[in-house]
């Protein structure tokens, strides 16, 4: 970047909310994906919607790449610096703009912690349901980028299904507001879910309405064990069968079940095949009720034991648990890969041991656990990316895992979003016919091409890589 466009770009903010150092920069190369560098010209942090605005003019007259991130735990390389460029940081828009109870909705700043909206509005009774596993550390406006779920995501639905409204700048720098606190707006295209999953390809969210339901009035959660795949994914059949919608029902295999133990010591079993984390909320008797049947289905299918949580605390660490996979799994290996493979519900077991198969042929260990209410499972490679060998070994696995899992009528991606890692599975999913419809649209809203470059639109069908830039 030639030294007058950075001295522009640095005067909007100031030079202390400028990061323009090697060190800096190399910071700033990398989210949580495994294998995906670039470095970035310059990284900014604007303290307002004029601030991007103004950074963003500046950018489009000089075609430069515009890289919105949050807290960079990105899983598919969606805020790697692909083209250099300018990384825009949110640490100083995370503010709560409005809680309104009349309408029950909340406007913040797209910076804002995820979990902390629900800080802000559990004393007043309501709840925000999306929980991504990130969710103490990830940013609001990342989970709308990516559109994250979570382990609510059965009964509650993901955050698309939230967010009321947006505050967009878009790539030549205008403002663009969509939605409102509307409970009915059917005037023209649906702008806002077009940008809720769009990845920071068509513009900069600066503020998300979001809508908010009351709390619910208890919670109860159940362990169940079983000593076959099979039996625990058909007690999530029997439970969705008999129409019950729990918030939560989750799954962990054997290797994911004792590397969890192993991390936590929190009294799991590890001779094992399969677990089910279950919980339920809303009216206690309800709850009550739910959860007696839902014992009893699990108990019918084969459970081996069960484990009620007895306190809140007790609940919580057992949530803790699942939520911890990923950490625990980490410690195992130097690189640990995080897919997000989603199959219907009837599909999981053979999905599960698919896995497996293609693990074994391979000779790579694959631990898998996820939503198995939503078919939603996260099949994590532990590996070692300083090994060339391995790591083609690792390509020609999760190749195979995410053709099998389209093949039994899944997609490539439940939650994490496409960013560059996926980029070349996408058309496997939507087709070509998708794809022109996609990039038209990205053509349409970005002719120049500056937002977030080399994001969910693959330029070949080339697999995980390592980028460099600069």
């Given at each position: 970047m030639e030294t007058k466009i950075l001295e522009q770009l640095v005067a909007i903010t100031g030079s202390q909310?400028?990061?323009?150092?090697?060190?800096?920069?190399?910071?700033?190369?990398?989210?949580?994906?495994?294998?995906?560098?670039a470095m970035p010209d310059v990284i900014l942090s604007p303290g307002s919607t004029e601030d991007i605005q103004a950074i963003v003019?500046?950018?489009?007259?000089?075609?430069?790449?515009?890289?919105?991130?949050?807290?960079?735990?990105?899983?598919?390389?969606?805020?790697?610096?692909?083209?250099?460029?300018?990384?825009?940081?949110?640490?100083?828009?995370?503010?709560?703009?409005?809680?309104?109870?009349?309408?029950?909705?909340?406007?913040?700043q797209p910076g804002m912690i995820t979990s902390e909206i629900n800080a802000l509005v559990e004393p007043k009774g309501l709840f925000y349901p999306p929980d991504p596993s990130s969710m103490n550390?990830?940013?609001?406006?990342g989970n709308v980028s990516e559109n994250s779920g979570g382990l609510r995501g059965l009964k509650y639905g993901v955050t698309r299904?939230?967010?009321?409204?947006l505050t967009i700048v878009l790539p030549n720098g205008e403002l663009l507001k969509t939605g409102g606190k509307l409970a009915k707006d059917v005037a023209g295209y649906d702008l806002t879910s077009l940008y809720v999953g769009s990845e920071g390809t068509l513009g900069v969210i600066t503020e998300i309405t979001l809508s908010l339901i009351p709390a619910p009035a208890s919670k109860q959660t159940l362990l169940a064990f079983y000593n076959h795949l099979e039996e625990a994914a058909?007690?999530?059949?029997?439970?969705?069968?008999?129409?019950?919608?729990?918030t939560t029902l989750e799954f962990m295999d054997k290797g994911t079940i004792e590397t969890v133990e192993d991390f936590m010591n929190i009294g799991l079993p590890t001779d094992c095949e399969a677990m089910l984390l279950i919980e339920q909320d809303g009216d206690p008797l309800i709850v009550e009720k739910d959860m007696a049947l839902m014992h009893q289905l699990c108990m019918e299918q084969g459970a081996t034991s069960t484990q009620h949580a007895q306190t809140e605390v007790e609940a919580?660490?057992?949530?803790?648990?699942?939520?911890?996979?990923?950490?625990?799994?980490?410690?195992?290996?130097?690189?640990?890969?995080?897919?997000?493979?989603?199959?219907?519900?009837?599909?999981?077991?053979?999905?599960?041991?698919?896995?497996?198969?293609?693990?074994?042929?391979?000779?790579?260990?694959?631990?898998?656990?996820?939503?198995?209410?939503?078919?939603?499972?996260?099949?994590?490679?532990?590996?070692?990316?300083?090994?060339?060998?391995?790591?083609?070994?690792?390509?020609?696995?999760?190749?195979?895992?995410f053709e099998h899992a389209i093949q039994l009528g899944g997609t490539i991606t439940g939650e994490h979003g496409v960013g560059e890692m996926k980029s070349p599975y996408l058309e496997?999913?939507?087709?070509?016919?998708?794809?022109?419809?996609?990039?038209?649209?990205k053509k349409a809203v970005d002719p120049l091409q500056i937002m977030n470059p080399g994001k969910i639109f693959a330029k070949d069908t080339k697999k995980r890589v390592v980028v460099q830039h600069g």
């Open positions: 909310y400028a990061k323009t150092t090697a060190a800096q920069k190399l910071a700033y190369s990398y989210d949580a994906t495994p294998n995906f560098q003019k500046v950018c489009a007259t000089h075609r430069i790449p515009i890289i919105s991130r949050g807290s960079g735990t990105n899983l598919a390389a969606g805020t790697v610096p692909t083209a250099g460029g300018v990384v825009l940081l949110f640490n100083r828009m995370n503010q709560l703009l409005e809680l309104d109870e009349g309408n029950l909705t909340i406007t913040v550390i990830s940013t609001i406006g299904d939230y967010v009321k409204g058909e007690a999530v059949s029997s439970i969705i069968a008999a129409k019950i919608i729990p919580e660490q057992l949530r803790i648990g699942r939520r911890s996979a990923l950490s625990a799994l980490a410690r195992k290996r130097p690189t640990t890969i995080l897919e997000d493979a989603t199959v219907p519900r009837s599909e999981i077991a053979n999905m599960v041991k698919a896995i497996q198969q293609i693990a074994d042929k391979y000779d790579l260990v694959i631990c898998t656990f996820g939503h198995a209410g939503d078919g939603n499972l996260h099949p994590t490679c532990l590996t070692d990316a300083r090994d060339q060998e391995e790591m083609l070994r690792v390509e020609a696995a999760f190749s195979e895992i496997w999913k939507v087709g070509a016919a998708g794809m022109e419809v996609m990039r038209n649209i």
